[in-house]
């Protein structure tokens, strides 16, 4: 076995619930964080969208098995990963800004940032690049040696989830029903797909008929959007000001304007709905309570084993087996 394995072997076997802080490459890579907001503005120079893809990217990580960039890795020979899970198949995109803040980093400083943390960073900037608020993220996750399909099957919540149902499932993550409303204030920016949303303009929960919440000419103006039979691939903004992080959504939800079950159920419910109020009235506080919310979603870690990948879409080795296999020839 040549040396440079069993350092690399020694590396990824610091356990991956390590101490998070700010400032943890202040030493080892002080333009870090400069450097994925570098290239986060550029991508959003060719194309706004991307960053909203990115802020959901955190969410889709963290909640299955903690902030371990599991969602990025590629499916392998022998590994289903998550991309092609149920939620984010033909959803989830701009994997490809992540690989260039990735190259950008290992050009300056090789092997150093996780791709977990360029998660976190990337979210945190597409924030603020599109005019919500700032924040100091937490910084030292490692980067997971596998990840599992049915993990995100089972976690991630459908469009067609309700308010009680999520409630629930933050709990799980001990978020808080203030967490989980905040946290949804992240469809502020963004899209989502007509197949998201013709079971609620159409057939809610069986009914054959329309969602009763929908204001009227909201729902005038999806039908035409995402006609019955259309194409469920055309996208619709998540809320009036989908460029701006604002607190527009919430004053959506309160006008029965929200797009996705998941949305408009925050108003009906009355667990959620004094939350949805007071922020459709409170920028400020909005703002402050998704901080809070993101911050506790970035704490969530697997304490499993973990390494820093070299790109982010795989492994630095596949398996141990294979590399041992290919050691012993
Ligand atoms: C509370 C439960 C949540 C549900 C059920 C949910 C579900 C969805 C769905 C169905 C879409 C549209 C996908 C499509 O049609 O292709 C979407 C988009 C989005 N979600 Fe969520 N989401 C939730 C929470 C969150 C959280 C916590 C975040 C981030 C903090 C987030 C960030 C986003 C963003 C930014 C988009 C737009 C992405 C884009 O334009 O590419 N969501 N979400
Ligand atoms: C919410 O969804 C859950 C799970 O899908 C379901 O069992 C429950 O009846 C729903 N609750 C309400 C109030 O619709
Ligand atoms: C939630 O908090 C409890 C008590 O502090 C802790 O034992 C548990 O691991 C936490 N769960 C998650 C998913 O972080
Ligand atoms: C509406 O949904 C119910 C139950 O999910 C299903 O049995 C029914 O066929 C659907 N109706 C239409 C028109 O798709
Ligand atoms: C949407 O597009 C994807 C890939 O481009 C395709 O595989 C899928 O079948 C399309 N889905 C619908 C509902 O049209
Ligand atoms: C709005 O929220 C901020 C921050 O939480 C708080 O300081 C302020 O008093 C609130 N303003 C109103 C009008 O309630």
Redesign the pocket.
């Known amino acids: 076995m040549s040396l440079a394995f069993l350092l690399s072997l020694a590396n990824i076997l610091i356990l991956a619930a390590a101490q998070l802080r700010p400032g943890f490459y202040s030493k080892t890579c002080p333009d870090a964080e400069y450097i994925v907001r570098r290239v986060m503005k550029k991508a959003m120079e060719v194309e706004v969208r991307s960053v909203a893809s990115i802020m959901r990217l955190q969410f889709h990580d963290c909640f299955v098995n903690g902030c371990d960039a599991s969602l990025l890795l590629d499916d392998t020979p022998d590994m289903l990963g998550e991309k092609l899970a149920l939620s984010n198949i033909n959803s989830l995109r701009s994997y490809e800004v992540i690989d260039e803040v990735k190259e950008a980093l290992e050009r300056t400083c090789p092997e150093i940032v996780s791709c977990a943390d360029i998660l976190v960073m990337a979210a945190r900037d597409a924030v603020v690049l599109s005019g919500g608020p700032n924040w100091q993220v937490k910084l030292g996750r490692r980067d997971s040696l596998t990840a599992r399909q049915e993990d995100s099957n089972e976690i991630m919540p459908s469009p067609r989830a309700n308010a009680s149902y999520l409630i629930s499932l933050f709990n799980k993550f001990n978020l808080s029903i203030k967490d989980l409303v905040a946290l949804s204030g992240s469809h502020s920016v963004g899209k989502g797909r007509c197949f998201s949303v013709v079971f609620r303009l159409y057939n809610q929960s069986g009914s054959g008929k329309p969602d009763p919440a929908f204001d009227p000419r909201y729902r005038e103006k999806l039908d035409k959007l995402c006609p019955l039979g259309g194409d469920e691939n055309v996208t619709v903004d998540l809320d009036a000001t989908p460029e701006i992080f604002d607190n527009q959504y919430f004053k959506d939800l309160v006008h029965g304007q929200g797009f996705l079950n998941s949305d408009q159920n925050l108003f009906t419910n009355e667990k959620t709905r004094e939350y949805v109020k007071q922020f459709s009235?409170?920028q400020?506080?909005f703002f402050?309570a998704f901080v809070e919310g993101m911050i506790k979603m970035g704490d969530l870690q697997s304490g499993r084993p973990g390494e820093i990948r070299r790109n982010c879409r795989v492994v630095n080795f596949r398996s141990l087996d294979i590399l041992l296999d290919d050691e012993g020839k």
């Open positions: 009235a409170n400020s506080e402050r």
